[in-house]
């Protein structure tokens, strides 16, 4: 638990009262610690994405929040997080991206672990040529797997186990998009790059989450797609963002244009929305592609965004993906001396959170009300005094 409990009375106040969550949110280790437990690990936060692994025995290792993950594509095609560590002695399993041959096999004593998690081989654990023994249940000493769910290619998981079912809590998000509840395909090398940004990681939500900063941060974006083309997006306790009502597709230099996702309403014709979905994760659908963000903080004032594009169909025009991709790159890229900006900011000792303009800023105040609410009633919980 943190070292002091911070106020956040103000922060849950209407829109137009309310300040902004205190400095020890975005600067504080102890806070940080909390609101990993809080806000990360009790609700379904994002991991990484299924194109990760895209083939059976694919295996790549991530480090969320410190804890060693593995996430893994099994002989059955089913995707699996993990424990990245043996169960033998803790050690680590898999250090680096690589495709399993075989089995998983822990380096230090070569214990060996099926694709879906079955601890398969013990070798010499009963002594010299003996590979049993009677204290050694394999049954029950596969790896700790660590609850997980596929939604827009998103890698979620639930770290402590005891979330509602995904399908429960992400029911108004999904609602939302139902239309776009069809096959995506991740564009491949060309359409994933990841930024690493000297801010805490919710800045990068705050951001997000509304057009207010259009006219100054994008000017090329505010160019066509200007502010008053868009309108906020606001689910209390789930998600906040905004859309706009002017998407203009991009076409090559013959006027083609990616393939529209099937079936659409006519409102997708022009509109584009996008959304921070609470904790870590940022989407953005259109009619012909979608992207994903998934945020890792790593430690109060460092985050990695890694940020994957999708289209309707497997294959797309190359050189239109590349120009694409370059084209959000910029956009994210003209976010980070903000992000950055305001982060140095909160080492201002006094400043109170700031404010918030009740009719540019309610998504961003949704998301530090929902903040607010889960330490405050992560505080309530016994676990929180230990």
């Given at each position: ?344 900011g909160r080492h201002a000792v006094g400043f109170d959170g700031g404010r918030f303009s009740p009719a540019m800023d ?25």
């Amino acid at each position: 638990m943190a070292s002091f409990v911070t106020d956040l009375s103000a922060v849950r106040r209407n829109v137009d009262q309310a300040q902004g969550l205190p400095n020890a949110h975005y600067i504080d280790p102890a806070v940080y610690d909390e609101e990993k437990h809080a806000l990360l690990f009790s609700q379904w936060a994002g991991l990484g994405v299924a194109a990760d692994v895209p083939e059976p025995g694919d295996a790549k290792p991530i480090d969320f929040l410190g804890m060693p993950l593995l996430l893994v594509r099994g002989r059955d095609g089913a995707v699996r997080v993990f424990q990245n560590i043996c169960r033998h002695r803790g050690m680590i399993l898999v250090d680096a991206p690589r495709k399993i041959e075989g089995a998983i096999r822990c380096p230090y004593h070569s214990w060996c672990y099926a694709t879906d998690g079955r601890l398969v081989s013990t070798p010499h654990v009963g002594g010299p040529g003996h590979n049993t023994h009677e204290a050694i249940d394999r049954a029950t000493l596969g790896l700790v797997e660590v609850r997980s769910h596929i939604w827009r290619d998103v890698v979620w998981i639930n770290v402590s186990g005891d979330a509602p079912a995904f399908e429960v809590a992400m029911a108004d998000a999904m609602a939302r998009w139902a239309e776009f509840e069809q096959p995506v395909y991740h564009g491949g090398s060309d359409s994933r790059f990841q930024l690493e940004v000297a801010t805490n990681w919710k800045l990068a939500i705050e951001n997000y989450c509304e057009s207010y900063h259009l006219p100054w941060v994008h000017p090329g974006l505010n160019a066509y797609s200007r502010l008053e083309d868009h309108y906020h997006i606001e689910k209390p306790g789930e998600y906040s963002g905004q859309g706009t009502l002017v998407y203009r597709q991009l076409t090559n230099e013959n006027g083609e244009s990616f393939p529209d996702f099937e079936g659409l309403s006519s409102k997708w014709d022009t509109a584009a929305e996008y959304i921070a979905v609470y904790p870590n994760v940022l989407l953005g659908v259109h009619r012909d592609h979608a992207f994903a963000i998934v945020l890792v903080p790593e430690g109060p004032e460092k985050t990695v965004e890694h940020v994957h594009l999708y289209y309707a169909r497997p294959k797309t025009d190359g050189g239109l993906r590349q120009r694409n991709t370059q084209l959000w790159k910029t956009v994210f890229e003209e976010d980070i001396f903000v992000v950055e900006g305001m982060q140095r900011g909160r080492h201002a000792v006094g400043f109170d959170g700031g404010r918030f303009s009740p009719a540019m800023d309610s998504p961003t105040h949704c998301f530090h009300a929902w903040v607010a609410a889960k330490v405050e009633a992560w505080r309530g919980q016994p676990h929180a005094a230990e």
